[in-house]
């Protein structure tokens, strides 16, 4: 049983935290025929964990707010990009909801890629 869950766990997905938007490429099956569908939107939460972990993207389509919610390790979700990263002082941004226009975007965070890398250095040792 715990060799056919470790199988399908997903080693090669980025690193993504809430707040952070994203563009997911779904396979999408129409028939006979496949195709695959990139859904960019904010991050609002996530939950479980293991092969059970979800995540619910937000974007607004035609001004209307659309969320979906994604198997983090389902076969038909191909790839998770980073598109940019968010600060947030909540786990869940549910609040967002009820949000309109400007009040929806949130303060981009700095994110060094890795902490020994010569651009990291110059930037602890300049501060």
Do not use: C, W
Not at 49 to 56: A, C, P, R, V
Not at 81 to 96: F, G, I, P
Not at 101 to 114: I, M
Request: aromatic fraction near 4%.
């Amino acid at each position: 049983m715990k060799k056919a869950v470790a199988a399908s766990v997903k080693k090669d997905l980025p690193q993504f935290d809430i707040g952070d938007t994203v563009d997911v490429a779904v396979r999408i099956i129409e028939g006979e025929k496949e195709r695959v569908q990139v859904f960019t939107g904010v991050v609002i939460g996530r939950k479980g964990s293991g092969i059970h972990e979800t995540f619910i993207v937000r974007r607004i389509v035609a001004g209307e707010g659309v969320e979906r919610i994604f198997p983090t390790h389902s076969p038909r979700v191909l790839s998770v990009t980073v598109v940019r990263h968010a600060h947030t002082r909540r786990a869940k941004l549910y609040y967002l909801r009820q949000r309109i226009g400007r009040a929806t975007t949130l303060r981009e965070r700095n994110v060094t890629e890795h902490a020994g890398s010569p651009a990291a250095q110059k930037q602890t040792a300049g501060a």
